[in-house]
Antibody
Framework: EVQLVESGGGLVQPGGSLRLSCAAS????????MNWVRQAPGKGLEWVSY????????DYADSVKGRFTISRDNAKNSLFLQMNSLRVEDTAVYYC?????????????WGQGTLVTVSS | QSALTQPASVSGSPGQSITISCTGT?????????VSWYQQHPGKAPKLLIS???NRPSGVPNRFSGSKSGNTASLTISGLQAEDEADYYC??????????FGGGTTLTVL
């Protein structure tokens, strides 16, 4: 059974940092591209970042570029999101999601999410 | 990249059919047959309903169907059931090689 389990969320002050983790199991993690998607309270989904299976290709939404860093450890079946210079508007539930379909155009498995709250 | 446009809410009675639209541009919905739909119940993670415009993953009831015409994609739910009450999101591949989501539609089953 495919499982994605996020952790690392919490309350942080504006300007602070947080590192999210996503533990994957039930599939060959090193063979799949992965993503972070977030959802602000009461709002819609927003793609945040993408990393290819071998980490050769990485991309970010303009809203987080220069502040967030995505990475993965295929040996440990883990995905990470280092979030620096956090802003109030980064408050959201952060999901890790597995790319699927042509050109990674859909996400077939999602974690349960981890809540990040940026507030003073 | 601007979000795709969805109606904020739709409603229908049990057994009826409803359609949710998702409008983009030639840089996303209109440029690729790579539209997906997700269902999200309160407090839960999104669930993939439809991929590549009209493909239903294993386990998704055939009451759910997708289509596309020009810059607008559509999700149709026929034979509405109480458990279909949820938020629905479309997404599309874009010329920037990333995905963009719609703003979401809340479905109320009356």
């Amino acid at each position: 059974e495919v499982q994605l389990v996020e952790s690392g969320g919490g309350l942080v002050q504006p300007g602070g940092s947080l590192r999210l983790s996503c533990a994957a199991s039930g599939f060959i993690f090193s063979g799949h591209n992965m993503n972070w998607v977030r959802q602000a309270p009461g709002k819609g989904l927003e793609w945040v970042s993408y990393i290819s299976a071998g980490s050769s290709t990485i991309d970010y939404a303009d809203s987080v570029k220069g502040r967030f860093t995505i990475s993965r450890d295929n040996a440990k079946n883990s995905l990470f999101l280092q979030m620096n210079s956090l802003r109030v508007e980064d408050t959201a539930v952060y999901y890790c999601a597995r790319s699927y379909c042509t050109a990674g155009s859909c996400y077939d498995y999602w974690g349960q999410g981890t809540l990040v709250t940026v507030s003073s | 990249q601007s979000a795709l446009t969805q109606p904020a809410s739709v409603s229908g009675s049990p057994g009826q059919s409803i359609t949710i639209s998702c409008t983009g541009t030639t840089s996303d919905v209109g440029g690729y047959d790579l539209v997906s739909w997700y269902q999200q119940h309160p407090g839960k993670a999104p669930k993939l309903l439809i991929s590549v415009v009209s493909n239903r993953p294993s386990g998704v009831p055939n009451r759910f169907s997708g289509s596309k015409s020009g810059n607008t994609a559509s999700l149709t739910i026929s034979g509405l059931q109480a458990e279909d009450e949820a938020d629905y999101y479309c997404s599309s591949y874009t010329t920037r090689d990333i995905l963009v989501f719609g703003g979401g539609t809340t479905l109320t089953v009356l």
